[in-house]
Nanobody, 116 residues
């Protein structure tokens, strides 16, 4: 079955960095668009970054210039490098895999807390 397993979350001070990882299994990873989303308490789940099978990336303005998504197809893993973290980046971060009209797959989420 399909599994997306996130790791790398934790507590970090404002201005710090974290790298999230998402290891995928059960899918043809290289053809999927992979993404990271986040959800803060009481808020909707929002897009953080996506990367297509061809390597094109997309970021909302809130993280552009601070976050970087990249993928390693040999390891079936997508990463999210987060720099210059702010308290408002605090959320549960979810990995997402999407291909064509197939319903997207989601990971279980990893908590990121930015606080002094």
């Amino acid at each position: 079955q399909v599994q997306l397993v996130e790791s790398g979350g934790g507590l970090v001070q404002p201005g710090g960095s974290l790298r999230l990882s998402c290891a995928a299994s059960g899918i043809s990873f290289s053809i999927y668009t992979m993404g990271w989303y986040r959800q803060a308490p009481g808020k909707q789940r929002d897009l953080v970054a996506t990367i297509t099978s061809g390597g094109s990336t997309n970021y909302p303005d809130s993280v552009k210039g601070r976050f970087t998504i990249h993928r390693d197809n040999a390891k079936n893993t997508v990463y999210l490098q987060m720099n210059s973290l702010k308290p408002e980046d605090t959320a549960v971060y979810y990995c997402n895999a999407k291909f064509s009209t197939i319903p997207a797959y989601w990971g279980q989420g990893t908590q990121v807390t930015v606080s002094s």
